[in-house]
């Protein structure tokens, strides 16, 4: 951007006494964060606070593995859960442009196998409808029961949930979806789709977010990994993410955690773009940067139309039963895989066996946060995890 002469000798001047004020700013942040810290319901959780021009403030709390003595800091790395859906809405975006695909396309134009609702067999699923949750897909009891499955077998002392799977019975995310939307296979119920037509009601689906990348791997030739990695991660510099362990530095991956002492079995997901993306707050932060950019008409990763698209809220209240008009519910509205909230806040909440998190950013003062957990909440951690948001929303205009 240019500026004028003026400008530049001014900010020479005030550069240094903001600066020192900013850090002032960001060691006060540090120490309020580790007062809420010493409560230790969370045993380690990374921060990040940005706006267009970068990350403002950074910085890891805790523990990543308590036993070994490990410190939680931006650079470790872990699953985040459903902000991975928000990766599947810019890659549609993508897609589209490069003219592969049109989101207003049926789904079974990109499909091997045929998706239908059989409550109303004449209806075509559309790509648009499972990317605002309105394709009329439920998730169904198989999906919690098969989609989680070990990293290795043998666990030692690790708690292994109930509903994890041995690492032998993984199997490809086609089949997995095949097998629950495909009339004729293992797992197809009618129940796995609402009474209602596609497009009517919105109805959350991870099943429906794995399905739109199968369309996108379909439309590309290309696994979604290896496309969002072209795309996505490698322009941005998002050196310490990828969607399978064997993608990054596992030696960075924090231990997740049951509760405050109780270490959870590493596993990994079979539909693993609606909620396996691993990544650091600091990766995780240039991606937040690049939505704001976006947002501004100045994103590197999509053209201006494409991401007013991803962020135009899509539905209305004919869409819904009822809308939570909480300041952070990402599911007021929908943009593309892009959760919007009566306040204006576009982000996306995830959460999965062990872990938590939230990514926003303010439509009104273009300023984002983001918080990674590696511990699953329980009633006090809930309340820690609230005043540590609580705390970078404080802070998020100061600096």
């Given at each position: 951007m240019n500026r004028l002469i003026i400008l530049i000798v001014i900010n020479s001047i005030i550069s240094?006494?903001?600066c020192q004020t900013n850090d002032s700013i960001s060691r006060k942040l540090t120490e309020e964060l580790n007062k809420i810290y010493s409560k230790k319901y969370i045993n380690g959780f990374s921060v990040?606070?940005?706006?267009?021009?970068?990350?403002?403030?950074?910085?890891?709390?805790?523990?990543?593995?308590?036993?070994?003595?490990?410190?939680?800091?931006?650079?470790?790395?872990?699953?985040?859960?459903?902000?991975s859906k928000t990766f599947i809405g810019i890659t549609l975006l993508k897609v589209q442009e490069l003219g592969k695909l049109n989101l207003d396309d049926p789904v079974n134009k990109y499909l091997p196998f045929d998706v239908t609702n059989p409550y109303f067999p004449n209806e075509s699923i559309t790509i648009r409808q499972l990317a605002t949750h309105t394709s009329s897909i439920r998730d169904p009891s198989r999906y919690d029961n098969n989609g989680y499955i070990l990293k290795q077998k043998d666990n030692g002392k690790s708690k292994v949930n109930g509903n994890f799977r041995s690492p032998n019975e993984m199997m490809s995310k086609a089949k997995f979806l095949?097998?629950?939307?495909?009339?004729?296979?293992?797992?197809?119920?009618?129940?796995?789709?609402?009474?209602t037509k596609p497009g009517a009601i919105f109805k959350y689906s991870n099943v429906a977010?794995?399905?739109?990348?199968?369309?996108?791997?379909?439309?590309?030739?290309?696994?979604?990994?290896?496309?969002?990695?072209?795309?996505?991660?490698?322009?941005?510099?998002?050196?310490?993410?990828?969607?399978?362990?064997?993608?990054?530095?596992?030696?960075?991956?924090?231990?997740?955690?049951?509760?405050?002492?109780?270490?959870?079995?590493?596993?990994?997901?079979?539909n693993y773009p609606d909620g396996g993306?691993?990544?650091?707050?600091?990766?995780?932060?240039?991606?937040?940067?690049?939505?704001?950019?976006?947002?501004?008409?100045?994103?590197?990763?999509?053209?201006?139309?494409?991401?007013?698209?991803?962020?135009?809220?899509?539905?209305?209240d004919i869409h819904y039963t009822e809308r939570n008009k909480s300041p952070y519910n990402d599911e007021y509205n929908m943009g593309i895989f892009m959760g919007i909230s009566a306040s204006g806040q576009i982000g996306h909440t995830g959460g999965d066996p062990g872990i938590a998190t939230h990514m926003f950013f303010n439509t009104k003062t273009k300023i984002g946060k983001l918080l990674i957990v590696n511990t699953e909440l329980k009633k006090e951690g809930i309340k820690e995890f609230i005043d540590i948001w609580r705390k970078l929303e404080e802070y998020e205009i100061k600096l």
């Open positions: 240094p006494i903001y990040a606070i940005v706006n267009q021009d970068g990350i403002l403030y950074e910085k890891g709390f805790g523990y990543s593995d308590i036993k070994g003595n490990k410190r939680y800091t931006k650079n470790t790395i872990q699953n985040i859960g459903s902000i095949e097998n629950i939307l495909s009339k004729g296979e293992k797992w197809y119920k009618k129940s796995n789709f609402l009474k977010a794995g399905l739109a990348t199968l369309v996108i791997e379909n439309a590309t030739n290309q696994s979604f990994n290896e496309f969002t990695n072209e795309h996505i991660f490698k322009p941005l510099r998002m050196s310490n993410t990828g969607w399978s362990f064997a993608e990054v530095d596992f030696s960075k991956h924090s231990k997740l955690y049951v509760n405050e002492e109780t270490e959870l079995a590493f596993y990994q997901l079979v993306l691993i990544t650091s707050s600091t990766d995780l932060g240039k991606y937040l940067t690049e939505l704001i950019e976006g947002y501004n008409g100045n994103g590197k990763i999509l053209n201006k139309q494409s991401y007013d698209e991803l962020f135009r809220p899509q539905l209305t």
